[in-house]
């Protein structure tokens, strides 16, 4: 909805991602000036329509738009973010089908690496119900002792200093420097932030977080990619949970 740039840039990802992988997509690029009711309206016709299995709304919407109703309308079943109340539910209790694509596409990149979060540190900086909370909760899930920092959190450094794994998920960039880094350890970049020049800058300051790390994700060619691949997995478990007979 509107036309925020950074939004652009991503569904084009999105939809060359669903290209890429033989996934029909359909885009509905709605004007700025577009009601509530209408949005519903179109995902209430997307909930019912038996062709379609994954719906989503990409972030953010206009400021007359109220984010969570927009949430709340899509069907459970065909969402692909996992931010519907239900999927979330299903998360933290552990038995799920659709697993939030950022947090997600960490996961991953943490598995491939051939890394163990069993009884490792995690620190997640962040509390979003986008990134943060579910992060947390996926860590949690593979056995990571999980501690959630925010922007009230005393003594940051501190506890990001005692991360194994260091997920960064603040969207303040160049947030977490080299110094807060404990030697070795993982550092996942979830930050995507735009500087005035035009380039993309993490939430770590790379430069100085790359020799103290034993692992860390650049931004982009990191997290961002991975979101998207995950948002592919997502689909294609959508359509067999929803195949009809
Ligand atoms: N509903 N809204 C919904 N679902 C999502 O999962 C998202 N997110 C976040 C924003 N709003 C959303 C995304 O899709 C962030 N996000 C996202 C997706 C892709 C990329 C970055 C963020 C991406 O492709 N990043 C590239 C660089 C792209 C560029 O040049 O700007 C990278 O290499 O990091």
């Known amino acids: 909805?509107?036309?925020?740039?950074?939004?652009?840039?991503?569904?084009?990802?999105?939809?060359?991602?669903?290209?890429?992988?033989?996934?029909?997509?359909?885009?509905?690029?709605?004007?700025?000036?577009?009601t509530q009711e209408e949005v519903i309206d179109l995902i209430k016709t997307l909930n019912s329509r038996s062709d379609i299995s994954g719906i989503l709304c990409q972030l953010p919407v206009p400021k007359h738009i109220d984010e969570e109703a927009i949430i709340n309308a899509i069907a459970p079943n065909k969402d692909v973010d996992a931010f519907?109340?239900?999927?979330?539910?299903?998360?933290?209790?552990?038995?799920?089908?659709?697993?939030?694509?950022?947090?997600?596409?960490?996961?991953?990149?943490?598995?491939?690496?051939?890394?163990?979060?069993?009884g490792k540190e995690c620190v997640v900086v962040g509390r979003s119900n986008i990134v943060g909370k579910p992060q947390a909760?996926?860590?949690?899930?593979?056995?990571?002792?999980?501690?959630?920092?925010?922007?009230?959190?005393?003594?940051?450094?501190?506890?990001?200093?005692?991360?194994?794994?260091?997920?960064?998920?603040?969207?303040?960039?160049?947030?977490?420097?080299?110094d807060m880094i404990k030697?070795?350890?993982?550092?996942?970049?979830?930050?995507?932030?735009?500087?005035?020049?035009?380039?993309?800058?993490?939430d770590v300051e790379f430069d100085t977080a790359k020799d103290v790390a034993g692992a860390i994700t650049p931004v982009p060619g990191g997290v961002g990619p991975m979101t998207i691949a995950m948002l592919m997995k997502n689909t294609v478990k959508a359509a067999s949970v929803n195949k009809t007979k």
């Open 183 to 202: 030697e070795g350890a993982v550092v996942i970049d979830v930050g995507i932030n735009r500087m005035e020049d035009g380039t993309l800058c993490g």
């Open 137 to 178: 909760m996926l860590l949690l899930h593979k056995n990571g002792t999980v501690t959630i920092c925010h922007s009230r959190t005393k003594d940051l450094s501190k506890k990001t200093k005692n991360a194994d794994i260091l997920v960064a998920a603040v969207g303040i960039p160049n947030f977490i420097k080299g």
């Open 1 to 34: 909805m509107g036309d925020d740039p950074a939004s652009r840039v991503y569904v084009n990802n999105k939809k060359k991602a669903c290209e890429y992988c033989g996934i029909l997509s359909e885009e509905y690029a709605l004007p700025y000036e577009t």
């Open 84 to 118: 519907h109340p239900v999927n979330v539910g299903k998360i933290m209790v552990g038995n799920y089908d659709f697993v939030p694509c950022t947090p997600a596409g960490v996961m991953e990149l943490i598995k491939e690496s051939g890394i163990d979060v069993s």
